[in-house]
């Protein structure tokens, strides 16, 4: 009995000790989250991610929404929302699907397309490929708020589907700028609903700009997975001048998930110089060919 009663207190002691490092946790990650360095709070956002616990999901809204007192604070930055926007998408809960609206319908209307001659910087956004912010070669601190955009985007079309959620998607589909419109597109394919194919059809008969046709094509053909014609014309641009083009070429044949687009990207694969291209379609091959239980 009396040994009985021992293990008693000592699981009672190690539930209590659990508990009150559970809570330190948590705090310590919602203190850095109101640093002033972006690069800690991403850590914090990190952390609170991949535990095994949505008791951080507040935390992380509370941060996409920023705080409005302190507009030039760096819990505003860019960064900041992109990274939350990543993260929410993760955690997958529904509870984040108005914040990341409401955000997005407070920064989206700033956002123009232009195409400046000069040198690209940081608060233009993007633009064409070569600017600093670039759909996908940029670093942490070259994120934009365009990116942090397109990344709330992607974020609500993997979290549960609302009516708001598919008309903000929608409505975005002919936002002016390009990078906004493909994320749309993006953000259809995420959610895998085919009731989002006639307006990508529609959107891709009005698309001029390479980088958000094959962000609309990608849409198509991962909701379709048809070797169709959609198919045909995601293949030719492997072949195109702008690598950003050619890297989405390439995720969108990974989205099909047919053998058949495995030759496709063999033969892109030899003629590839661009190292993060050539990286991207070289694992996107390999998942064509790998052997996958349906």
Do not use: W
């Not at 956002?45 to 616990?53: E, H, Y």
């Amino acid at each position: 009995m009396k040994f009985q009663y021992v293990l008693l207190l000592f699981i009672l002691g190690n539930i209590g000790l659990y508990s009150e490092t559970d809570s330190t946790f948590f705090e310590t990650q919602r203190k850095r989250l109101n640093s002033s360095d972006i690069f800690e709070i991403r850590d914090a956002i990190d952390r609170l991610t991949f535990i095994k616990s949505s008791r951080g999901v507040r935390d992380i809204l509370s941060v996409l929404e920023g705080n409005p007192n302190f507009p030039t604070s760096e819990t505003n930055a860019p960064a900041v929302k992109f990274y939350a926007s990543r993260a929410l998408a993760k955690e997958g809960d529904k509870i984040a699907v108005p914040i990341l609206i409401k955000t997005f319908q407070n920064e989206s209307p700033k956002l123009v397309e232009h195409n400046p001659p000069k040198q690209r910087k940081i608060i233009d956004g993007v633009a064409d490929r070569h600017s600093n912010s670039s759909p996908y070669f940029y670093e942490d601190g070259e994120i934009s708020m365009v990116l942090a955009c397109g990344e709330i985007l992607r974020a609500l079309g993997s979290l549960p589907f609302s009516e708001e959620s598919e008309k903000t998607i929608k409505q975005a589909l002919a936002h002016p700028n390009f990078y906004i419109r493909s994320s749309a597109a993006d953000a259809m394919y995420e959610s895998k609903r085919k009731e989002f194919l006639p307006s990508l059809s529609e959107a891709l008969g009005k698309e001029q700009i390479p980088y958000a046709r094959i962000a609309i094509l990608a849409g198509i053909v991962g909701i379709e997975r048809l070797p169709n014609q959609n198919f045909k014309s995601v293949t030719e641009f492997l072949s195109d001048l702008d690598p950003e083009v050619r890297k989405k070429a390439s995720e969108a044949l990974r989205r099909l998930d047919l053998r058949i687009a495995a030759p496709y990207l063999e033969k892109a694969i030899q003629l590839e110089n661009h190292p993060i291209v050539l990286s991207q379609m070289k694992e996107d091959h390999s998942y064509l060919i790998s052997f996958r239980s349906p």
